[in-house]
């Protein structure tokens, strides 16, 4: 029941590095999009359903971002004067306008893109997740390599993320900054990913040298051929070691 109700949250790995002003500049320009840069990352909205003129509504949403960054997001995990997570959730709410109630039906897509070429997508279909991709791709010059999907819902009984078997629950409000928080892991795991179907033809191509070394006595193979090995592994190596934001803590945490 949960999954017919959940909607798709997906990590997409299309390139090595991003240039965010860049793609900011012309998200907003060429389709009106609603943009704002925390450090590694590009938060952007869409209104939904997606058509020909994608745009989203950018007044309503800077104010709604404006608010979601000045509000405490501690009562996740901390009290100050109560243990009752409710409590908090009651005051957060107060903060609403009316205006905020009016547009809040509104169907919103959030696409979080990573500097280091990661793409985190929440409450798209898979065909409006191809069309966002096939904007990247006509205009940047991006590749699709590694692809994680999850699914995500709202839950009132939620007070804080629960991740369980890939599904995502929530709080009922819907706070960019939570997601932003979560994006991050979810991009680091595709970058990871990444990693791991590079490294693995490397290492079954070079796994039984060590056994045929100490059989033979010799690795039936030129110099030249065996440099090259290595050199992919090095290479590699080199990519995670610059990648360090993708194994280290963000700075968005600090």
Known sequence: EIKKNAKRLTAYNICESINLVKISKF????HNITTRLYDECLYCTFTLPLTSNTHSNLQH??????????????YEYYSIDSDNPEQFMKSSNQVLSPSDSKTSNIDIGELFIFNYGCLVLWNFSKDEELRILKMLTDNFNVDLDE?????HIYDDNVHKPVFNNDILQLPKERDHMVKLALSHPIAQSCKVGRFESRIIPILSSVSKLPKRLAIYGKLGMSREKLLKKFGKLFKLRVDVNLSSNVLDKPDFFW
């Open 147 to 151: 692809i994680e999907e999850y699914l």
């Open 27 to 30: 998200l907003r320009k060429k």
């Open 61 to 74: 949403r800077e104010l709604v971002m404006n608010r979601n960054e000045m509000k405490d997001h501690h």
